[in-house]
């Protein structure tokens, strides 16, 4: 079993930068890939960014980003802290929303949500 810790959220001006972090712990050698979803208010959660992470995965080492993210969000991992982390640039209030880490032990399709085994409890990030 892998556990999954979010921080980093917070608020922040339109224009500013967080930077969010995934912590796991547990059997993390089970897992390829691990992803940051998000939930706006009154929206259903969507894929925002995921990097690959284990040896045996597709591509090792490669990242997906949602379009609304690009240029913006960068995704990058740490294996000695077991670490992913979200450095998010560049922030809109359209971007205020629960951001949830997750982790998945095989992941064909990095923007879907039944890939991932492993979820946080999320962080609130909140632009105005």
């Known amino acids: 079993h892998v556990q999954l810790v979010e921080s980093g959220g917070g608020s922040v001006q339109a224009g500013g930068s967080l930077r969010l972090s995934c912590t796991a712990s547990?059997?993390?050698?089970?897992?390829?890939?691990t992803g940051w979803f998000r939930q706006r208010p009154g929206k259903e959660r969507e894929a925002v960014a995921a990097i690959y992470t284990g040896s045996g995965a597709p591509t090792a080492s490669s990242s997906w980003y949602a379009d609304s993210v690009k240029g913006r969000f960068i995704i990058s991992q740490d294996n000695a802290k077991s670490t992913v982390s979200l450095q998010m640039n560049s922030l809109r209030p359209e971007d205020t929303a629960m951001y949830y880490c997750a982790a998945g032990e095989w992941v064909a399709a990095p923007d879907r949500e039944s890939e991932y085994n492993y979820w946080g409890q999320g962080t609130q990030v909140t632009v105005s």
């Open positions: 547990g059997d993390t050698g089970v897992t390829d890939a």
